[in-house]
């Protein structure tokens, strides 16, 4: 889902996203489906395709009333999304690469997200946070350094499993 990297002097800083699984991204919301994806669809949920265009049929009404649905692919209970693996590009980049829909979606992984990034820039020698999308160009935060940063986002009262992504992200040991 993304993550953003800030850039200190002499070390890069790399903030993850983590989903809270919350389901509420998935509410109310009708995505944008391929024609061409419904065969593998069907294979992933085991329902027919004429029976998944009916319903995407219905909840694509729904939407246009202004009624809308809950996505038909939210596995109710566990917020799961049925199609994950090749979940529509809009899903994709939500909520780190596009703040599409953002307005109305509360979505606590954005703003756990948006807290660390807002926290950890906050260094005299830190630089505007930049968008990345892999790793292999950032430079390790130093041993010395490890404990400033995670009091920076503990302080933030990020959710034990952010500390402990953020810790893996930036190859630190964390307890
Ligand atoms: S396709 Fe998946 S990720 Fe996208 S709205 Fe539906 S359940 Fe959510
Ligand atoms: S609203 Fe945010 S935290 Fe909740 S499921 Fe969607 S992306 Fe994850």
Same mark, same amino acid.
């Given at each position: 889902m993304g993550i953003r990297v800030i850039e200190f002097s002499q070390y890069d800083v790399v903030v993850p996203f @983590? +989903?809270? #699984?919350c389901g509420n991204c998935c509410r109310d919301f009708y995505p944008a489906i391929e024609m061409d994806m419904l065969p593998?669809? $069907?294979?992933?949920?085991? *329902?027919?395709i004429h029976e998944i265009q009916a319903r995407l049929?219905?909840?694509?009404?729904?939407?246009?009333?202004? #009624? !809308? =649905?809950? +996505?038909?692919f939210l596995e109710q209970g566990r917020n799961r999304c049925l199609v994950h693996q090749i979940r529509p590009e809009? +899903? #994709?980049?939500? !909520? &780190?690469? &596009?703040? $599409?829909?953002?307005? =109305? @979606? %509360?979505?606590p992984g954005y703003r756990?997200? %948006?807290?660390a990034v807002k926290a950890l820039s906050g260094c005299e020698n830190g630089t505007a946070a930049r968008k990345?999308?892999?790793? =292999?160009e950032t430079r390790p935060i130093p041993e010395g350094e490890w404990e400033c940063a995670l009091k920076k986002l503990e302080a933030t *009262? $990020?959710?034990?499993?952010?500390?402990?992504?953020?810790? $893996?992200r930036n190859g630190m040991r964390h307890e």
């Open positions: @983590v +989903c809270h #699984r593998e669809i $069907a294979g992933l949920i085991n *329902k027919p049929g219905e909840d694509c009404d729904a939407h246009n009333a202004g #009624r !809308p =649905k809950d +996505c038909f809009g +899903c #994709r980049l939500f !909520p &780190t690469l &596009t703040k $599409a829909g953002l307005g =109305k @979606v %509360d979505c756990e997200f %948006d807290n990345a999308t892999h790793l =292999k *009262k $990020a959710s034990a499993l952010m500390v402990q992504e953020f810790a $893996a």
